[in-house]
């Protein structure tokens, strides 16, 4: 064991296992080739609600999609799919999908026909 090397100093000290640097890149690599679900499948049956809201928006009409249980990525994906069916701005954050104006409706048929369970 090489003096300089201190994660194998640690690791003999705790008697904790320092995984190799070979151990740790195909462990990334994995984990970057591992299929990830979409939205849909990481949402299962809850309910996601859609939400058409003016306050503290100086007036300005918003269509919110809340309760979405799924990662950011796939948050982004179904955001960005909803953006462009729409033709609206928006943003994706924290479970939640905000689209610019009143597509309540809209919003809600696609969601439906994509399989979410959807209340209005």
Do not use: Y
């Not at 080739?33 to 849909?40: H, I, S």
């Not at 990525?73 to 009143?102: H, N, P, T």
């Not at 597509?103 to 369970?117: A, S, Y």
């Amino acid at each position: 064991m090489d003096p300089k090397d201190w994660k194998s100093v640690l690791g003999a000290a705790f008697d904790v296992a320092v995984p190799s640097p070979e151990e740790i890149k195909a462990e990334q690599e994995a984990r970057l080739n591992e299929p990830r679900g979409d939205a849909r499948e990481q949402q299962g049956s809850q309910p996601i609600h859609v939400i058409l809201d003016r306050k503290n928006r100086k007036g300005k009409t918003v269509t919110l999609v809340t309760d979405l249980k799924c990662d950011d990525r796939a948050l982004q994906a179904l955001a960005k799919e909803l953006k462009l069916r729409c033709g609206v701005g928006g943003s994706a954050r924290g479970g939640e999908i905000l689209l610019q104006g009143d597509f309540t409706g809209r919003v809600t048929d696609i969601l439906r026909d994509k399989g979410f369970n959807v209340r209005h």
